[in-house]
């Protein structure tokens, strides 16, 4: 699997439905933040894991929140479902709509793990930390 470009555009983001563990696998042997969403029946999962990248990367605290903050926004929202899992470094998001949408959050949360919080400020209006 080749590595992510940082930012990912949401077109680049791996389809890992049925072979997780293969591509949790190359980013962790790429020392990456590993992303991907799953398809599960009509719905879609998103998946963001900071683990993979090493003990030298470091998700800092605004980052946590700002991540919390957009999970609590989606759920609030029903774009997700509320058994999100929300850190501190892997994050999860299950019954996204569409697969357009779960791409487009997938690239927002791989960019917030790399310190990025622009586009999810951008795929998530609204989602103030203070929710």
């Known amino acids: 699997m080749q590595q992510l470009p940082i930012p990912c555009p949401g077109h680049l983001i791996p389809d890992a439905t049925n072979r997780f563990e293969a591509a949790y696998r190359a980013a962790k042997a790429q020392r990456a933040v590993f992303v991907g969403i799953e398809r599960e029946g009509e719905w879609w999962t998103v998946k963001a894991d900071a683990l ?7 998700v800092q605290d605004a ?7 957009a999970i609590v926004r989606l759920v609030r929202e029903r774009e997700t479902n509320s058994d999100a899992f929300a850190g501190p470094v892997y994050f999860m998001l299950h019954g996204v709509p569409s697969e357009g949408r779960a791409r487009e959050l997938a690239a927002a949360f791989h960019a917030a793990l790399y310190g990025d919080l622009g586009p999810l400020h951008r795929g998530v209006p609204g989602a103030d930390v203070d929710e």
């Open 63 to 69: 980052v946590n929140a700002a991540l919390r903050a």
């Open 52 to 58: 993979t990248a090493g003990p030298g990367h470091v």
